[in-house]
């Protein structure tokens, strides 16, 4: 709960109990008048500085009630036959349970904050929309529509003043719409996610880029399917923080929600059906990759100047890596193998897409759940078709190859398939739904970040790689596999 929130609740509390074992407050008017107007003042100073939401609503009536039934009994005459006393118990009880309610879905639903970034650097960020004219849109109906991306990007920035950015749209109309299509993926109502409003980033919205003496080394983020560049600011920011620009590709369409720079805002419309799930998902791997090689080239243009920005010769288009989670580290996987370009790439507990490509020749880092490290065990499972156990056999012969290059396999323990996003940091209960592992959200997170910024330090930065050269007492829930 925020602050406000807190002090709120426990001044409805205080009251409650103080009615219940003390004597009246209506037979005391000044502190009568005091308190119940000063319990509706601090009431819209809360609304005021921190705003409304729907999980305070039981507060916001307690508080109403507690402040209406004191100052009107200040000015009412004391009844002759006074209330039974149960009754006054019972009220009591009754406002409690409303407190208990809010506090419960305030706590439960809370106003997060993401993990601050690591390292030095200011972090700006700024968002483009492309347009890809040679491609045709496949996963519309419509035969005249092109591929359209929106980026965002992450960089080292000067010193800026004022608050960092908000992490969601805050034009009210696109805010309303980009939730509305995240809460339609999720089964929930819109006003269910309308407290997102009022997370912050650690960003500044276009702030400039920090001058250096050498550009930045680059790195593209991939989002998993149905999840959205949100979901992984904390990662972006804390390389960003360390001397990284950073690129993430909403792939629109198979997004929750793609806000455009106009207003509009797209959702999920990619059909992944049972029959024939393999192919389907190359195919939109396919148009993921090329996503990949499209940015990639619109970056090439910020760093020549062909795009007007302030990334002219800033970027180290020398030094690429990329990195994904789920669908997007297959993709990470794809773009990395069939791309020049790219020098590294880590896939964040994504299974692959393309078996046959099992020669990658560069750096790559594989990071694992719980669940994902345990693949190799369905192997000798008489339970699992043979065609899953082909699959299972050939992923595997990819993660060896790649660990005999000098690569690396890390099984991050207790973790589960969303700890490697921030949707850990959205509510608790994204554990109980079984979407994140036993591991502390912070903890994990600052395991994925930490693991991630030294392999990517080693192969864009010639860095040592203390961390990904073997086991750190300091982190026992890392896991160097060798299959």
């Known amino acids: 709960m925020r602050v406000l929130e ?92 409303l407190l208990i309610i809010s506090t419960v879905l305030a706590v439960s639903l809370p ?19 492309w347009i890809d004219g040679n491609r045709e849109e496949t996963l519309t109906a419509d035969p005249g529509d092109k ?22 749209p805050q034009d009210a109309q696109i805010f309303h719409n980009y939730i509305a299509a995240f809460a339609e993926g ?20 276009d702030a400039p880029v920090l001058s250096s003496a050498k550009p930045y080394p680059l790195v593209i983020i991939n989002h998993g399917m149905g999840t959205s560049t949100i979901l992984h600011a904390s990662q972006a920011e804390n390389l960003a923080s360390h001397g990284y620009i950073v690129a993430a590709i909403d792939h629109t369409y198979s997004t929750a929600a793609t806000a455009f720079s106009d207003g509009r805002i797209t959702g999920f419309t990619t059909e992944l059906s049972a029959k024939d799930v393999h192919d389907k998902a190359r195919a939109i791997g396919e148009i993921w990759t090329q996503d990949v090689e499209f940015v990639l080239s619109r970056l090439e243009a910020l760093n020549a100047g062909r795009i007007e920005s302030d990334f002219k010769g800033k970027i180290d288009l020398d030094n690429v890596g990329i990195m994904g989670h789920s669908f997007g580290g297959a993709t990470a996987y794809n773009a990395a193998y069939t791309m020049d370009k790219i020098k590294a790439g880590i896939n964040m507990d994504g299974t692959l ?30 339970a699992v078709p043979e065609e899953i156990k082909e699959r299972i056999a050939k992923e595997i012969k990819i993660t060896r190859h790649v660990i ?29 739904m079984g979407m994140t592992g036993s591991i502390e959200g912070h903890r994990g997170a ?9 392999f990517f330090d080693k192969y864009l ?18 896991e160097f596999q060798t299959l």
Request: proline share 6%; aromatic share 14%; hydrophobic share 45%.
């Open 111 to 129: 106003v997060f904050d993401l993990p601050k970034p690591g390292g030095a650097d200011t972090v700006g960020t700024a968002t483009f929309d």
């Open 446 to 454: 600052f395991l994925v970040s930490r693991y991630v910024l030294d």
């Open 353 to 382: 897409l393309e078996l046959d490509r099992d020669q990658i020749n560069k750096p790559f880092m594989f990071l694992q759940s719980d669940d994902s490290a345990k693949m190799i065990e369905a192997l000798d499972d008489p």
């Open 6 to 97: 807190m002090i709120l609740t426990a001044i409805d509390l205080l009251v409650l109990l103080y009615s219940v074992f003390c004597k009246p407050i209506s037979e005391k008017k000044v502190m009568g008048m005091l308190l119940g107007t000063g319990l509706l003042a601090f009431l819209v100073l809360q609304l005021f500085l921190e705003g409304y939401r729907w999980q305070l609503v039981p507060l916001y009536i307690v508080t109403f009630i507690l402040s209406a039934s004191i100052l009107v009994r200040l000015f009412r005459p004391i009844p002759a036959v006074k209330k039974r006393r149960f009754l006054k118990y019972i009220n009591c009880f009754l406002l409690c349970v």
């Open 404 to 432: 005999e290059r000098g690569g690396k396999s890390i099984h991050i323990k207790g973790t589960a398939h969303y700890n490697f996003t921030d949707l850990q940091f959205y509510s608790p209960l994204i554990k109980y």
């Open 147 to 168: 591929r359209e991306l929106v980026v965002q990007v992450w960089y080292p920035a000067e010193k800026t003043d004022g608050p960092p950015q908000f992490l969601f």
């Open 461 to 478: 930065k010639d860095g040592a790689g203390a961390l990904i050269n073997g086991p750190d007492a300091n982190d026992p829930e890392v």
């Open 186 to 205: 999720l089964h929930l109502p819109a006003f269910a996610l309308d407290y997102w409003k009022y997370s912050r980033s650690h960003s500044f919205q």
